[in-house]
Nanobody, 115 residues
Framework: QVQLVESGGGLVQPGGSLRLSCAAS????????MGWYRQAPGKQRELVAV???????NYADSVKGRFTISRDNAKKTVYLQMNSLKPEDTAVYYC?????????WGQGTQVTVSS
């Protein structure tokens, strides 16, 4: 069983920054993709950014140039550095780990961008 623990969410003013972390524990090894998704009220969950075991990344167009995803394989942790935050970035952010046959989700962390 794999568990994901997210941290780093909170309230920030427009233009501010936050760093999200997601640590995986349990039986996880080999090649797997780690990523961040978000869900705003009344909207579907959407991809924010993903990163492969080798470090290849993919971002949603709406966050390119503002967000940076990274990972520490030894710590089984993925990070999301969010800069120049906008009110439209307000959402619950979820971490996901995708193994070849199964995927796991974190419990979500709230990010609110407001003045």
């Amino acid at each position: 069983q794999v568990q994901l623990v997210e941290s780093g969410g909170g309230l920030v003013q427009p233009g501010g920054s936050l760093r999200l972390s997601c640590a995986a524990s349990g039986s996880i090894s080999g090649i797997y993709v780690m990523g961040w998704y978000r869900q705003a009220p009344g909207k579907q969950r959407e991809l924010v950014a993903v990163i492969s075991s080798g470090g290849s990344t993919n971002y949603a167009d709406s966050v390119k140039g503002r967000f940076t995803i990274s990972r520490d394989n030894a710590k089984k942790t993925v990070y999301l550095q969010m800069n120049s935050l906008k009110p439209e970035d307000t959402a619950v952010y979820y971490c996901k780990v995708a193994l070849p046959a199964v995927q796991y989700w974190g419990q979500g962390t709230q990010v609110t961008v407001s003045s």
